[in-house]
């Protein structure tokens, strides 16, 4: 039995690339079914299809000095760009770290004892999805007097909150809201404490 001690695997996972390495390679699928559809009919009819011959007129009487060639080279270095950025930028992340205490052996003064903030033993990780973050976000929002309703987004960094009042003036509201929602957002544990913003909207 190995005797190794493996690192502990990170819980804030950056989003896949499953959805645009998908739609590239559907376009490059899709590209490749033409070409060969149009081989066979080029070997069966003995001319291109009309699809297929066209562009090809159109670039063999297209000069690369010409506006025409210089917009369509600068159309697929831009689209070459976006597609290497995409690969090598890394997406945000999909949740957010918590701070955690470490647990107390049992019988030492303290045991158990966390304060609202998750304990774990050495070498864990706790973190909260960005959804849970807003969720929580919203929910003490409309806890707060004078909101009628609120919905909440969350990014890495950011909370942002809609809320609906019936009350005229905002000024006091925003204060309280943000507020608010920061301090239960720091007692859950969460570390940095993102930034908390909020919109306020009085309905008529």
Same mark, same amino acid.
């Given at each position: 039995?190995?005797?190794?001690?493996?690192? $502990?695997?990170?819980?804030?996972?950056?989003?896949?690339?499953?959805?645009?390495?998908?739609?590239?390679? =559907?376009? =490059?699928? %899709?590209?490749?079914?033409? *070409?060969?559809?149009?081989?066979?009919?080029?070997?069966? /009819?003995?001319? &291109? $299809?009309?699809?297929?011959?066209? $562009?090809?007129? &159109?670039?063999?009487?297209?000069s690369w000095?010409?506006?025409?060639?210089?917009?369509? @080279?600068?159309? *697929?270095?831009?689209?070459?760009?976006?597609?290497?950025?995409?690969?090598?930028?890394?997406?945000?992340? #999909?949740?957010? $770290?918590?701070?955690?205490?470490?647990?107390?052996?049992?019988? *030492?003064?303290?045991?158990?004892?966390?304060?609202?903030?998750?304990?774990? !033993?050495?070498? /864990?990780?706790?973190?909260?999805?960005?959804? @849970?973050? %807003?969720?929580?976000?919203?929910?003490?929002?409309?806890?707060?007097? #004078?909101?009628?309703?609120?919905?909440?987004?969350?990014?890495? !960094?950011?909370?942002?909150?809609?809320?609906?009042?019936?009350?005229?003036?905002?000024a006091d =509201?925003?204060?309280?809201?943000?507020?608010?929602?920061?301090?239960?957002?720091?007692?859950?544990? =969460?570390?940095?404490?993102?930034?908390?913003?909020?919109?306020?909207?009085?309905? /008529?």
């Amino acid at each position: 039995m190995s005797g190794r001690i493996h690192p $502990p695997v990170s819980m804030r996972r950056r989003p896949s690339r499953s959805a645009p390495a998908v739609v590239t390679a =559907l376009l =490059l699928l %899709a590209l490749g079914v033409a *070409l060969v559809w149009a081989a066979v009919v080029r070997l069966a /009819e003995g001319m &291109w $299809p009309v699809f297929f011959a066209e $562009p090809l007129v &159109w670039l063999s009487s297209t000069s690369w000095d010409s506006p025409q060639g210089w917009t369509a @080279a600068v159309v *697929l270095l831009l689209i070459g760009l976006v597609l290497l950025l995409c690969g090598i930028i890394p997406g945000e992340f #999909g949740a957010l $770290p918590l701070r955690a205490k470490p647990v107390n052996m049992p019988g *030492l003064p303290g045991a158990g004892e966390s304060g609202g903030v998750p304990s774990v !033993r050495g070498g /864990e990780t706790v973190v909260m999805s960005r959804r @849970a973050v %807003a969720r929580l976000a919203a929910s003490t929002c409309n806890h707060i007097d #004078g909101v009628s309703s609120a919905s909440a987004s969350a990014s890495g !960094r950011r909370v942002h909150l809609d809320v609906t009042t019936a009350l005229h003036g905002t000024a006091d =509201l925003q204060h309280w809201v943000v507020d608010g929602v920061r301090s239960r957002l720091a007692a859950t544990g =969460l570390d940095p404490v993102p930034e908390v913003t909020a919109s306020i909207r009085s309905r /008529e």
